[in-house]
């Protein structure tokens, strides 16, 4: 099993920054991608951004110049920097790890963290 701690979540006001930092520990090996998803009232989870272990990253099209991705590979931790913030940013905000295990495909998911972004 894979543990996902998030942290770095609260209330800012559109225009300000926040970073959010996500540690995987237990059974971690071979996980390839880890990301952010998030989630809003009313809405399905969407990603956000996300990063493979040899670095490259994909972005929601909502997100990208503001969001950068990142990941420690030694310590099992993806961090996503937000700039700019804007009220539609406001969501739960949910750490995601994923792997294939002897062909089995595993997603693991973080507990979230919210985000609320006042105007």
């Known amino acids: 099993q894979v543990q996902l701690v998030e942290s770095g979540g609260g209330l800012v006001q559109a225009g300000g920054s926040l970073r959010l930092s996500c540690a995987a520990s237990?059974?971690?090996?071979?996980?390839?991608?880890m990301g952010w998803y998030r989630q809003a009232p009313g809405k399905q989870r969407e990603l956000v951004a996300a990063i493979t272990t040899g670095g490259t990253t994909n972005y929601a099209d909502s997100v990208k110049g503001r969001f950068t991705i990142s990941r420690d590979n030694a310590k099992n931790t993806v961090y996503l920097q937000m700039n700019s913030l804007k009220p539609e940013d406001t969501a739960v905000y949910y750490c995601?790890?994923?792997?294939?295990?002897?062909?089995?495909?595993?997603?693991?998911w973080g507990q979230g963290t919210q985000i609320t972004v006042s105007s």
């Open positions: 237990g059974i971690i090996f071979s996980i390839n991608a």
């Open positions: 995601n790890a994923a792997r294939t295990v002897i062909g089995v495909p595993q997603v693991y």
